[in-house]
């Protein structure tokens, strides 16, 4: 009896279980080219998604109250004209980023989850925005005690901005770019400041492809393309 595609993940299958939610996506006849037997149900892939999203919240949180802990300063606390905590609610901007998306392709048939992918409605869901990025306070400027704490900022802090990928998407002078594979799509990046995961593999403004029928959207940049899941392992 086949083990499902849930207790494979809490087996620690995640990258496998998350690559077959993708594919089951592909029509038939690239299925049976890629070799792929396993088809998680809708139900399944909703329960992988959010068993995966609620650990990374938990992550999340324990590494903001880990690096409080060491002195580490948040920089969206210290924005002077809206300060918030580095984890924050993101339904709203992520379901308007949904409608942008939906509106501007709604004579396009897309197959899975839709032009939106619903791995990021559900990272919205349950993991909300995030801003890991360092804020340096004035005595670690001029006093720096410890240089490993001043230069943490430096490598690589997570920031995936909802609000920005909405407005990213909504924007009326937002262009359509050509791919390589052909056809067109939306480019909108996750983040609006290049202090966050820039230097990943060399790489700078990670950003989505839109339309997507993936499940796990693709991260893309200047020499990567790696799913959106793998991007936040490499924080």
């Given amino acids: 009896m086949k083990k499902s595609s849930v207790r494979r993940y809490k087996e620690g299958e995640h990258e496998q279980v998350w690559r077959e939610l993708d594919f089951a996506l592909l029509p038939i006849k690239e299925q049976f080219e890629l070799g792929l037997g396993t088809h998680p149900s809708e139900e399944e892939t909703r329960e992988v998604i959010t068993l995966t999203f609620e650990r990374v919240a938990r992550n999340v949180d324990r590494l903001v109250s880990r690096l409080r802990d060491i002195g580490y300063q948040f920089a969206c606390e210290a924005e002077a004209k809206s300060p918030h905590p580095p984890r924050r609610p993101a339904v709203a901007a992520a379901k308007l980023a949904r409608t942008n998306t939906l509106e501007r392709f709604d004579d396009l048939e897309v197959t899975g989850s839709g032009p939106f992918p619903i791995a990021l409605s559900l990272f919205a869901e349950l993991v909300g925005s995030v801003d890991l990025r360092q804020q340096l306070t ?38 359509l770019h050509p791919l390589p594979e052909g056809g067109l799509a939306l480019q909108p990046a ?20 839109l339309p997507s029928y993936r499940v796990d959207p693709m991260v893309f940049a200047e020499g990567i393309a790696l799913p959106f899941t793998t991007y936040l392992r490499k924080t």
């Fill in 138 to 175: 004035e005595d670690q400027l001029d006093k720096p005690s410890d240089p490993i704490l001043k230069t943490l900022g430096d490598w690589d802090p997570l920031e995936v901005d909802f609000d920005f990928l909405q407005y990213e998407i909504g924007e009326e002078e937002a262009e």
């Fill in 190 to 209: 996750f983040a609006g400041s290049f202090e966050h995961k820039a230097n990943i593999s060399g790489a700078w403004n990670p950003h989505l492809r």
